[in-house]
Structure formats: C-alpha cells, structure tokens
C-alpha cells in the first residue's frame, strides 16, 4: 500500500521497529519513479511508545508543514487457547494490535489538526474482526481487530466535523482483509495452526490473497476517491464473511 501511494505520487514515510528497512522496502524504493513526485523513506519507531512515536511523526509533517494521511497497520499474533492463554500475552497484543493503532492515528491527528490538514486514515483491521475463523485459535488477535474496528468509528466522530478554527475534517476507516499470504500466515501453517486448504475453501474465490490486491484499497482511502466516507469498515476477504 505504501507503493502504491507512492505511485500516485505520494511522499510516504514507512515507520516498523527493524534498525533497517526490510529487503522489502529497498526493492519497492527502487520501483518508484520520482518524476510523478513520489517517494518512500524509512523510520525505526515503534507504536508501542507514545513520545517516541509522537517526536517521529512530529517530524515528519514539520517538514512540509502538512501530514495527509496514515495507514496503521503494524499487528502481531499469538495462537493459543482461550484457557491457556497467558496474561502477559493478552498485554503485548493488546499493547500493539490495539493501543499501537491508538498512538500511532492520535499522533497524526495532532499534526494534521497543528497544520490544518483535513486527513484520512485507515486501520488495518481483519475479517477476524467480525468473525470467529473457523479452526483458528486466536481469541486475542481476533478481539484485538474488533476493537480497532470499533476505535475507527470513535475517531470518525471525534474528528470528522471541520471546525472554525481549520480543525477537524479527518476521515477514519478500516480495511479488513481476510485470509493473506505472509511471513507470519506462513509460519501459522508451518506450526500447523492454521490449514491453508480449509481456508481456501472457506473462500468463495477458492484462495488466499496477495498483498498486493490491497494496494488500491489503501490508495482509495486515503485519497479524495474516498471523500464522503468514514467510520465505516472495508471488508476485502474473498467472500469469506460472505456465506
């Protein structure tokens, strides 16, 4: 999703916890073609910790005096029983699934609000947000995404009304993706927690998704194509939810 922002000729700041970007990033950097006036620039932060993620984004939008959108996406997971489930886990989950989204959006609508930005947000939420994934034990993650679901309608409310003072206007969504092939999906199948055939039959589509298929999502919430939409909640999931 950050390529493809930068693409339309965005300028995007990636922000995760690596002292380095991932070979990931490097390739997409090299991808992007700055006549269009796009760019891609990393950040070591993590949104667990509220003044470091408030200097970085600080940062950030004091360089052009403007800050337009965010893409929360940063979640991890744990597999595990309801009834052997360990508190500290449930903290740590919680501590970035749900209050790493809080920071990272209250961050960028103090900019946005400082400067006068009439933004838009997106979280990543999931499917699992709305539904129980059959044969998937994540009680924690699942619940940690119906929050986030519920915390994008909150922040659209607070924040959706422009104000006198230039404040206000920003748009909050969510993205649910369903089932997506990556690192951590992967290792799930490897540990044997999850079975990628049960969950391409779950799909009315009959696979799992790419992460590219929501770079046009990202694009399309964060930009003007979007405009009379927030609060609400993007379901792209092969029809999973669907039955």
Same mark, same amino acid.
């Given at each position: 999703?950050?390529?493809?922002?930068?693409?339309?000729?965005?300028? *995007?700041?990636?922000l995760?916890?690596?002292?380095?970007?991932?070979?990931?990033?490097?390739?997409?950097?090299?991808?992007?073609?700055?006549?269009f006036?796009?760019?891609l620039?990393?950040?070591?932060?993590? *949104?667990?910790?509220?003044?470091?993620?408030?200097? *970085?984004?600080?940062?950030?939008?004091g360089?052009?005096?403007?800050?337009?959108?965010?893409?929360?996406?940063?979640?991890?997971?744990?597999v595990?029983?309801a009834?052997?489930?360990?508190?500290?886990?449930?903290?740590?989950?919680?501590?970035?699934?749900?209050?790493?989204?809080?920071?990272?959006?209250?961050?960028?609508?103090?900019?946005?609000?400082?400067?006068?930005?009439?933004?838009?947000?997106?979280?990543?939420?999931?499917?699992?947000?709305?539904?129980?994934?059959?044969?998937?034990?994540?009680?924690?993650?699942?619940?940690?995404?119906?929050?986030?679901?519920?915390?994008?309608?909150?922040?659209a409310?607070?924040?959706?009304?422009?104000?006198?003072?230039?404040?206000?206007?920003?748009?909050?969504?969510?993205?649910?993706?369903?089932?997506? *092939?990556?690192?951590?999906?992967?290792?799930?199948?490897?540990?044997?927690?999850?079975?990628?055939?049960?969950?391409?039959?779950?799909s009315?589509?009959?696979?799992?998704?790419e992460?590219?298929?929501?770079?046009?999502?990202?694009l399309?919430?964060?930009?003007?194509?979007?405009?009379?939409?927030?609060?609400?909640?993007?379901?792209?999931?092969?029809?999973?939810?669907?039955?």
């Amino acid at each position: 999703m950050a390529e493809g922002l930068a693409e339309a000729g965005g300028y *995007v700041h990636v922000l995760d916890m690596r002292p380095e970007p991932a070979e990931g990033f490097l390739v997409a950097k090299d991808r992007v073609d700055p006549t269009f006036g796009g760019g891609l620039e990393y950040h070591r932060a993590n *949104v667990t910790q509220d003044k470091q993620l408030e200097d *970085v984004i600080s940062m950030i939008a004091g360089r052009k005096q403007r800050l337009d959108g965010l893409i929360a996406a940063a979640g991890i997971q744990y597999v595990a029983p309801a009834l052997d489930y360990p508190a500290e886990e449930i903290a740590r989950m919680l501590a970035t699934n749900y209050t790493g989204v809080f920071l990272s959006a209250r961050a960028c609508a103090r900019q946005m609000n400082k400067y006068k930005i009439q933004g838009s947000m997106c979280f990543i939420a999931s499917m699992s947000g709305v539904i129980a994934n059959k044969g998937f034990i994540a009680p924690v993650y699942n619940s940690s995404k119906a929050a986030v679901i519920q915390l994008a309608r909150n922040m659209a409310m607070e924040w959706g009304r422009k104000k006198e003072d230039g404040t206000g206007g920003i748009r909050v969504n969510c993205l649910s993706p369903g089932h997506i *092939v990556t690192p951590m999906v992967e290792e799930n199948f490897r540990r044997g927690e999850a079975d990628r055939k049960a969950w391409e039959e779950n799909s009315m589509l009959g696979r799992l998704s790419e992460t590219e298929e929501y770079k046009a999502a990202g694009l399309f919430l964060l930009s003007r194509a979007s405009s009379y939409m927030t609060g609400q909640n993007l379901i792209i999931d092969g029809g999973t939810t669907a039955w």
